[in-house]
Nanobody, 124 residues
Framework: QLQLAESGGGLVQPGGSLRLSCVAS????????IGWFRQAPGKEREGVSC????????YYADSVKGRFTISRDNAKNTVYLQMNSLNPEDTAIYSC?????????????????WGQGTQVTVSS
């Protein structure tokens, strides 16, 4: 079985920070591209960030560049998303996903394995 489990979501004030975690089970993420996606009520799922397996390069949506950082700890089989300077527009359910490819992308259709999601709410 291949499973992903997100955690770390919650309620935070505008300007605050959260760190999301995505733990992989049943497989080693070393050779997988990993992506973070989010979906707000009434909106389409969008790519937030992804990490390639071949060179470790990270990619970010324009809306989060400079504020979010994706990273990976292979020893813990875990991917993180550090989110700083959060604003209400960041409110969404955040999900991680994996695909056995080298270069990642921010298109949800390209990923086969998904976590259950974790709620992030940014509000005063």
């Amino acid at each position: 079985q291949l499973q992903l489990a997100e955690s770390g979501g919650g309620l935070v004030q505008p300007g605050g920070s959260l760190r999301l975690s995505c733990v992989a089970s049943g497989f080693t993420l070393d050779y997988y591209a990993i992506g973070w996606f989010r979906q707000a009520p009434g909106k389409e799922r969008e790519g937030v960030s992804c990490l390639s397996s071949n060179d470790g390069n990270a990619y970010y949506a324009d809306s989060v560049k400079g504020r979010f950082t994706i990273s990976r700890d292979n020893a813990k089989n875990t991917v993180y998303l550090q989110m700083n300077s959060l604003n209400p527009e960041d409110t969404a359910i955040y999900s991680c996903a994996a695909e056995p490819i080298t270069v990642c992308d921010l298109l949800p259709q390209g990923y086969d394995y998904w976590g259950q999601g974790t709620q992030v709410t940014v509000s005063s």
